[in-house]
């Protein structure tokens, strides 16, 4: 799929350079890209949807960037988010690890929280990233203040790491107690390993995290060096096939915090790149509100695979040091705060043993993919369910193989879903939509009321391929008065590597109640975070146009487990304006004030945005395609199952609505990259930047 569209954004005689970026994000669908070309004459966008090469994901970058019409060798920089390292954890398909660690603590990684895979029973399983037998003890021992209470035997360190070579582990990990107050040992113990290891793949617990909890800073770690040979080749040999056709540019690689950093340095902490596919997504959602005069959403990513939510506040994307990837796999390094749930397009729906109607949390994937794409699928998916409704036209899939009918998913329906469930096809077409829409309301709650905010205050911004077909429902469900539908949905991830920010996030422990922190030492670690986090981003400083520096803080009252992220007013903070801070994040978030707590600061946070050129949204539309009229726009009718009732509605094409038009449902708004079910009772308008915004 490509689309052409210019944009006449005139600037000064000065700039007739031809500048060509592209923004690609490899989904576990399809890979998209967004071209950007700019020069005096104005902006002109191009587009390309591919499938996504699973095997090897640079094949489907380099098709993306042919499919768009240009060769990497026109290209003067790529931004790129990637799902490999996402995926690899999640499907264990991971570099073999071995671990050096403190007597007697080879088992912290296994032994975790008071946590169990089910929430019901004593039964499930996990298995740890690094297996028993190559998690390793030496004697050495640091008390929580970093002095030494048993000094490091560097024999032992070294005859480990042999041992550990010898059985064939490729990335080693080295994890003692208390290093994040005392770095010493862990140093020296690298620079053993330096003289021994064969490759650079040594990740140092300390220098990834430094941050107290051994169980944290420890899984963030192996979770780094289990995806690091991977990360490491894929993007080289992404560097190599593009170099190969002539790219002699930067390549930026998303990470999970919304920021970008140089392909060059991404490996060293590759921990930080899980999440980077949802977090473009963000980006891009905040950039949209930006320009659409809005400041608060819910982002609402549904793609092929799963369904990503996320939440902005204040024109802010919240950001977590507290993802879990997994079971048992906490990684606490600061990144967008994305919930994701089971429920893509591509979600398998069954029946299950009880005999009740199951959606996900198995996905169809690219290959063999739903049915109606004829990838050889044959299990009914949420796709095929959309396909059954009349919400999805069969005629206007894009990257279909070979034509299905629609009897042919009709008769997998009856055959899977609504014989078994005593129902009609239609019946358990639209019960899959229903369930599927329960698991997506969730997440949605989860990242609003669970945190003490009002859905109700927010719009719900919705993308990804799928996204659009689903929000209005999701929206009336949870009393969301607005959707918002961007320009290009199903490409809005790759708009987000276009428009994504460099970031470099920064945390180190205190843990001290505050009432007896050091201030001074205070404000010597936020200048040292300030500083090292500043060298990193000022190495693009050609992409910069400014630099903003965020302080906050990781605080809770004594005796608590969980951390509350307040933001800090400046490096030269005072005790009194961080006990403000956290009083009232807390007092918003529980409603509750507890004023005869001490108060913990816990860790010291600081995040260096180096702000990008912003990218005119309204160049993602051609002035051109628009008519004068809504009704100019109509391209057909059709049945359309919405709100529990067959409707006939009309179908519009979403390139050729003028703004301003204003659409009521029931309505079907179709372009080349999703479809927008506009549900019965809903208004749609267009906006100044080509948004459709439905009013439930």
Same mark, same amino acid.
């Given at each position: 799929?490509? /689309?052409?569209?210019v944009?006449?954004?005139?600037?000064?005689d000065?700039?007739k350079t031809?500048r060509?970026?592209?923004?690609?994000?490899?989904?576990?669908?399809?890979?998209d890209?967004?071209?950007?070309e700019?020069?005096?004459a104005?902006?002109?966008?191009?587009?390309?949807?591919?499938?996504?090469s699973?095997? +090897?994901?640079?094949?489907?970058?380099?098709?993306?960037?042919e499919?768009?019409?240009?060769?990497?060798?026109?290209?003067?920089?790529?931004i790129?988010?990637?799902?490999?390292t996402? +995926?690899?954890?999640?499907?264990?398909?991971?570099?073999?690890?071995?671990?050096?660690t403190?007597?007697?603590?080879?088992?912290?990684?296994?032994?975790?929280?008071?946590?169990?895979?089910?929430a019901?029973?004593?039964?499930?399983?996990?298995e740890?990233?690094?297996?028993?037998?190559?998690?390793?003890?030496?004697?050495?021992?640091l008390?929580a203040?970093?002095?030494?209470?048993?000094?490091?035997?560097?024999?032992?360190?070294?005859?480990?790491?042999?041992?550990l070579?010898?059985?064939? /582990?490729e990335?080693?990990?080295?994890?003692?107690?208390?290093?994040?107050?005392?770095?010493?040992?862990?140093?020296?113990?690298?620079?053993?390993?330096?003289?021994?290891?064969? +490759?650079?793949?040594v990740?140092?617990?300390h220098?990834l995290?430094?941050?107290f909890?051994?169980?944290?800073? $420890?899984?963030?770690?192996?979770?780094n060096?289990?995806?690091?040979?991977?990360?490491?080749?894929?993007?080289?040999?992404?560097?190599?096939?593009?170099?190969?056709?002539?790219?002699?540019?930067?390549?930026?690689?998303?990470?999970?915090?919304?920021?970008?950093?140089?392909?060059?340095?991404?490996?060293?902490?590759a921990?930080?790149?899980?999440?980077?596919?949802?977090?473009?997504?963000?980006m891009?959602a905040?950039?949209?509100l930006?320009?659409? $005069?809005?400041?608060n959403?819910?982002?609402?990513?549904?793609?092929?695979?799963?369904?990503?939510?996320?939440?902005i506040?204040?024109g802010?994307?919240?950001?977590?040091?507290?993802?879990?990837i997994?079971?048992?796999?906490?990684?606490?390094?600061?990144?967008?705060?994305v919930r994701?749930?089971?429920?893509?397009?591509?979600?398998?729906a069954?029946?299950?043993?009880?005999?009740?109607?199951?959606?996900?949390?198995?996905?169809?994937?690219?290959?063999?993919?739903?049915?109606?794409?004829?990838?050889? $699928?044959?299990?009914?998916?949420?796709?095929?369910?959309?396909?059954?409704?009349?919400?999805?036209?069969?005629?206007r899939?894009?990257?279909?193989?070979?034509?299905?009918?629609?009897?042919?998913?009709?008769?997998?329906?009856?055959?899977?879903?609504?014989k078994?469930?005593? &129902?009609?096809?239609?019946?358990?077409?639209?019960?899959?939509?229903?369930?599927?829409?329960v698991? &997506?309301?969730?997440?949605?709650?989860?990242?609003?009321?669970?945190?003490g905010?009002?859905?109700?205050? =927010?719009?719900?911004?919705?993308?990804?391929?799928?996204?659009?077909?689903?929000a209005?429902?999701?929206?009336?469900?949870?009393?969301?008065?607005e959707?918002l539908?961007?320009?290009?949905?199903g490409?809005?991830?790759?708009? $987000? /590597?276009?428009?994504?920010?460099?970031?470099?996030?920064?945390?180190?422990?205190?843990?001290?109640?505050?009432?007896?922190?050091?201030?001074?030492?205070?404000?010597?670690?936020?200048?040292?975070?300030?500083?090292?986090?500043?060298?990193?981003?000022?190495e693009?400083?050609?992409?910069?146009?400014?630099?903003?520096i965020?302080?906050?803080?990781d605080?809770?009252?004594?005796?608590?487990?969980?951390?509350?992220?307040?933001?800090?007013?400046?490096? %030269?903070?005072?005790?009194?304006e961080?006990?403000?801070?956290?009083?009232?994040?807390y007092?918003?978030r =529980?409603?509750?004030?507890l004023?005869?707590?001490?108060a913990?600061?816990?860790?010291?946070?600081?995040?260096?945005?180096?702000?990008?050129?912003?990218?005119?949204?309204?160049?993602?539309?051609d002035?051109?395609?628009?008519?004068?009229?809504?009704?100019?726009?109509?391209?057909?009718?059709?049945?359309?199952?919405a %709100?529990?009732?067959?409707?006939?509605?009309?179908?519009y094409?979403?390139?050729?609505?003028?703004?301003?038009?204003?659409?009521?449902?029931?309505?079907?708004?179709?372009q080349?990259?999703?479809?927008?079910?506009?549900?019965?009772?809903?208004?749609?308008?267009?906006?100044?930047i080509?948004?459709?915004r439905?009013?439930?």
């Amino acid at each position: 799929m490509i /689309c052409g569209v210019v944009h006449d954004d005139r600037t000064s005689d000065v700039e007739k350079t031809l500048r060509r970026v592209a923004g690609i994000d490899v989904g576990g669908t399809f890979t998209d890209l967004l071209l950007t070309e700019a020069d005096g004459a104005g902006v002109r966008v191009k587009l390309a949807k591919v499938p996504t090469s699973a095997a +090897n994901q640079a094949v489907g970058v380099v098709k993306a960037i042919e499919a768009a019409g240009v060769s990497p060798a026109d290209l003067d920089l790529i931004i790129h988010g990637t799902t490999a390292t996402t +995926n690899a954890v999640l499907e264990r398909k991971v570099a073999k690890v071995g671990l050096i660690t403190t007597q007697g603590f080879r088992d912290v990684l296994e032994l975790g929280r008071r946590t169990r895979p089910s929430a019901y029973g004593m039964t499930g399983s996990f298995e740890p990233l690094i297996p028993r037998q190559w998690r390793r003890e030496v004697p050495e021992r640091l008390n929580a203040q970093g002095e030494v209470v048993t000094p490091l035997d560097e024999a032992a360190v070294a005859r480990e790491i042999r041992t550990l070579l010898a059985e064939g /582990c490729e990335a080693l990990v080295i994890h003692f107690l208390h290093a994040y107050a005392n770095p010493a040992h862990e140093l020296r113990a690298g620079e053993i390993a330096a003289g021994i290891w064969p +490759n650079g793949y040594v990740t140092l617990g300390h220098q990834l995290l430094s941050e107290f909890r051994e169980y944290e800073r $420890g899984t963030t770690a192996s979770v780094n060096a289990a995806v690091q040979p991977i990360l490491d080749r894929y993007v080289q040999r992404l560097q190599n096939d593009l170099s190969a056709k002539g790219f002699k540019h930067d390549l930026l690689v998303m990470n999970g915090n919304g920021g970008t950093v140089p392909a060059s340095i991404v490996a060293r902490e590759a921990a930080k790149t899980v999440m980077s596919g949802p977090a473009s997504g963000v980006m891009a959602a905040a950039a949209t509100l930006a320009q659409s $005069g809005l400041a608060n959403a819910i982002t609402y990513d549904m793609g092929g695979t799963s369904t990503d939510v996320a939440l902005i506040h204040g024109g802010v994307p919240e950001v977590s040091a507290e993802l879990t990837i997994d079971y048992g796999l906490p990684i606490h390094l600061p990144m967008v705060d994305v919930r994701t749930v089971g429920a893509g397009g591509g979600s398998i729906a069954s029946v299950n043993k009880a005999g009740m109607l199951q959606v996900g949390p198995h996905s169809a994937g690219s290959e063999p993919g739903p049915i109606g794409y004829g990838r050889g $699928g044959t299990r009914p998916t949420i796709t095929d369910a959309n396909l059954v409704l009349g919400r999805l036209d069969p005629e206007r899939l894009t990257a279909v193989q070979s034509k299905v009918s629609l009897a042919e998913i009709r008769a997998a329906f009856e055959r899977d879903l609504a014989k078994p469930l005593g &129902m009609g096809i239609e019946e358990a077409a639209a019960a899959v939509i229903r369930l599927g829409n329960v698991h &997506m309301t969730g997440a949605i709650r989860m990242v609003s009321l669970s945190r003490g905010y009002d859905p109700r205050d =927010f719009v719900l911004f919705a993308f990804g391929g799928a996204g659009p077909l689903h929000a209005v429902a999701l929206a009336r469900e949870l009393g969301i008065p607005e959707v918002l539908v961007p320009a290009r949905p199903g490409l809005t991830n790759a708009l $987000g /590597c276009l428009v994504a920010d460099l970031r470099q996030d920064r945390v180190n422990t205190v843990n001290t109640p505050l009432d007896q922190a050091d201030m001074a030492e205070v404000q010597r670690l936020i200048a040292t975070q300030r500083g090292s986090a500043l060298a990193v981003v000022e190495e693009e400083k050609a992409e910069i146009e400014e630099t903003v520096i965020l302080h906050g803080a990781d605080m809770q009252f004594r005796g608590q487990t969980h951390l509350i992220r307040v933001a800090l007013p400046g490096a %030269d903070v005072t005790r009194e304006e961080i006990q403000a801070a956290f009083e009232k994040a807390y007092f918003h978030r =529980f409603q509750v004030r507890l004023p005869e707590i001490r108060a913990v600061l816990v860790n010291l946070v600081t995040s260096v945005i180096g702000r990008r050129k912003s990218f005119p949204l309204s160049a993602l539309l051609d002035p051109a395609a628009r008519v004068a009229n809504v009704d100019a726009a109509v391209i057909g009718t059709r049945d359309l199952h919405a %709100d529990g009732g067959w409707h006939k509605a009309k179908v519009y094409a979403r390139d050729k609505l003028p703004v301003g038009a204003r659409i009521e449902g029931p309505a079907v708004v179709q372009q080349i990259d999703a479809t927008t079910v506009i549900e019965p009772g809903a208004v749609a308008t267009v906006d100044p930047i080509g948004n459709l915004r439905v009013k439930v």
